[in-house]
Every structure is written in C-alpha cells, then in structure tokens.
C-alpha cells in the first residue's frame, strides 16, 4: 500500500497542488469582483429594468457581429450582465445600465483574473486540460483511501500519536506529522471537493453517482428540450424578441421568489429559451429551470434535468443540484467557503511535505548504499 501511495503522489502531486491552491483562491471569487469590478454596480432602481429585446439591441449596436449567450439580471444595485461565448467558453461581457442600457463596462473575459482562475482550477491551462485534472482527480481519490489506510493507527499506543502534531519534533517527525495528521482531518473534506468535481469532469461518474442515489425514483430524469417546430404547424409565431420578452415578464412576475435569474439565448432556431430563477444570492442548488418556446414565449412542460426546485423528489435530485455549492462550500454559505479554503490550502500542502519526505527517505537510501 505505502508504494501505491508514493507513486500516486509522484504522479499527481504537482497537478493536486496546482488545483487545490487554485480552488482554495476561487472560493473568494465573488467578493474578488466586488471589490475590483465597480462597473458591476449601478444606483439605478433595478425593478424598472429594460426588457431583453431592448437589452439586445443595444448589444448589436456595441458587437454587431457575435451573438450573446446570457443575460444576466442580478439583484437590485447591479448592473446587468451580457455574455458572450466561444467554443463553450465565455470571452466577452457587457455591462449594462438596467434603466437607460448604457455600457457600463466592456470586458474581455480573456484577460479577467477570476475568468481565468476558473478556468486554470479546470484545465491549468493544457491542452485536453479537463481530461488531465478530471484523471489526476480520479487518482487522487485512491490516494486518499490509501493515506487513511496508512494512516489509521494498529495499536492505541499509535492513537495517541496519530491525532496531534508535536511541534517540537524533530524536522523529519514534524515533516511527517504534517503529512500524515493534516492528510487525515483534511482528507473527509477532501473526499467531497474530490467526487463533487469528478461529477463535473466525467458524465460517466456524474451518472454513477446519479443512479447510486437514486436516479431511478427521480422526476426530473429526462433531457433538457431540444426545440420544437410544433409553433409553425399551429400557426402561432410571435418573434424571438417577443418571446423572450414574454420570458422575461414571467420572470419579472415572480421577483418575490426569483431574486436574480437568467435568460439563456438558444444557439440556434430550434433550441428554447432557458429561464434560470434563482431565489438565493449565494447558492444555486434551489434555482428553477424552465424552458421556453422561442417563437411563442410559451412554458414547455416537462419534468426536465434539474427543472423545477420543487419537483426534486429523491437524493440523486438533490445530490445533483448542490453539486457545485457543495464543492465551493457555498452550500453552508460564507462559513463554508471559509471552511472550503482553508481545507483546499491544507490538502495543497499534502504534495509539498509528502515529497519532502520521499526526497528524505531517497536520500537516507542513497546513503546506505554508498557510505
């Protein structure tokens, strides 16, 4: 086991380091952008904000040849936000007064520090980075098994040992220490930072997980709509502009219990309008989904992946929505963020000593053999 464990290490240490430094600094990320993007603020009176279709127009007006993907309408004092995508990525934002729709602010995304924070925890910025963090995570969950196996004390001698960190040991035992009893309370946490983000980088284990906690009881199982042509055989056709607007007073109805929503733009003719209402301003796991004709600006029944908060029926609904809030710490608001950071900067640590003991105990080897 204990080579299992070294060569794991060996294998992962500098990518575990690398994702766990840099997801300890995005768990800030929004008070990151509080305090060094001002243009996200504005002291208009949010509930007289413009609808979409005017929104938009500007938009073409400022970047005549791209299409947005989302507009953002953020909770009173803030502006409203317009992104731009590029192979899945997003590029570009503007910033928009919600009263008069004046440009607040034009972004390159490209050169955002929480942008690219993001995207570095996701790829490091690799080619086929997701696969390379995705694999290094997966091996990461077998070297936390294999550290709490090593770990685990044989005899109660052991125990009392094995839960604290003398501090007035040697290097070489508080080097080991700080491996071992910092890699052992850390690495419950870590265990959840460690399939809440394997769910994100493979749709063969997010599946899994799915199905282990229940996918088959569950009622929002189906896929999101793709479309529907059913408008041009019924003859009712309002205009895309229209639609959305119809979308967005539906939205603005339902303020009391949607505090800031989305309006997802479809990328195509066939594709609906995705609503995502959000009660909350700090967690997403209680957001609606519900999706649109693009035409007619008419709901789409359906029980649809994450769908509506209120039809989650069994764990696997749940487990899905707060995948992301728990894997920010978000679910347990700002004391879990708190809580995130600290345990990603311990498990950051754990390649650092780890290879200081391995560089030891090589050295001691080397010494053995050539006195």
């Given at each position: ?90 590029d570009r934002a503007l910033f928009l007064n919600p009263v008069d729709g004046s440009i607040l602010k034009d972004k390159n995304l490209g050169i955002d520090p929480v942008q690219q924070l993001f995207y570095f ?146 990328p195509d003719s066939n594709g609906p309008i995705l609503l995502r209402g959000n009660p909350d301003l700090h967690q997403i796991y209680r957001s609606d989904f519900r999706y649109f004709n693009q035409a007619t600006g008419e709901e ?72």
């Amino acid at each position: 086991m204990k080579t299992i464990h070294l060569c794991l290490g060996l294998i992962t240490g500098t990518i575990v380091f690398l994702i766990a430094l840099s997801g300890a600094l995005y768990c800030f990320a929004p008070e990151f952008e509080t305090l060094t993007q001002p243009y996200r603020k504005t002291t208009a009176d949010s509930g007289l904000a413009l609808p979409p279709s005017v929104i938009l127009k500007y938009c073409v007006e400022r970047i005549p040849d791209r299409k947005p993907g989302r507009i953002y309408y953020h909770e009173t004092g803030k502006a409203i936000e317009v992104v731009y995508y590029h192979e899945k990525r997003a590029d570009r934002a503007l910033f928009l007064n919600p009263v008069d729709g004046s440009i607040l602010k034009d972004k390159n995304l490209g050169i955002d520090p929480v942008q690219q924070l993001f995207y570095f925890h996701r790829t490091l910025f690799l080619p086929n980075g997701e696969l390379i963090t995705g694999s290094a995570t997966l091996l990461f969950l077998f070297l936390i098994i294999s550290g709490i196996w090593l770990w685990w004390p044989r005899n109660n001698a052991a125990k009392k040992q094995r839960f604290r960190i003398k501090w007035t040991a040697s290097p070489r035992r508080l080097c080991y220490d700080l491996h071992s009893t910092v890699g052992f309370y850390s690495s419950w946490i870590g265990i959840l930072f460690v399939i809440t983000g394997l769910n994100f980088s493979f749709p063969w284990f997010a599946r899994l997980v799915y199905s282990v906690t229940g996918a088959a009881g569950s009622v929002i199982a189906e896929k999101a709509p793709t479309g529907s042509n059913d408008h041009l055989l019924s003859g009712k056709t309002s205009g895309f502009h229209a639609a959305i607007d119809k979308v967005w007073q539906n939205a603005q109805q339902n303020r009391s219990a949607y505090k800031r929503f989305i309006l997802v733009v479809p990328p195509d003719s066939n594709g609906p309008i995705l609503l995502r209402g959000n009660p909350d301003l700090h967690q997403i796991y209680r957001s609606d989904f519900r999706y649109f004709n693009q035409a007619t600006g008419e709901e789409i029944e359906g029980d649809y992946i994450w769908g509506n908060y209120k039809n989650a029926a069994v764990p696997a609904d749940y487990v899905r929505r707060m995948n992301y809030d728990i894997h920010t710490g978000a679910i347990l608001g700002l004391p879990g963020r708190i809580i995130a950071f600290f345990s990603s900067l311990l498990i950051s640590s754990l390649p650092i000593t780890g290879f200081l003991l391995w560089k030891r105990r090589k050295k001691q080897v080397i010494q053995t053999f050539h006195p």
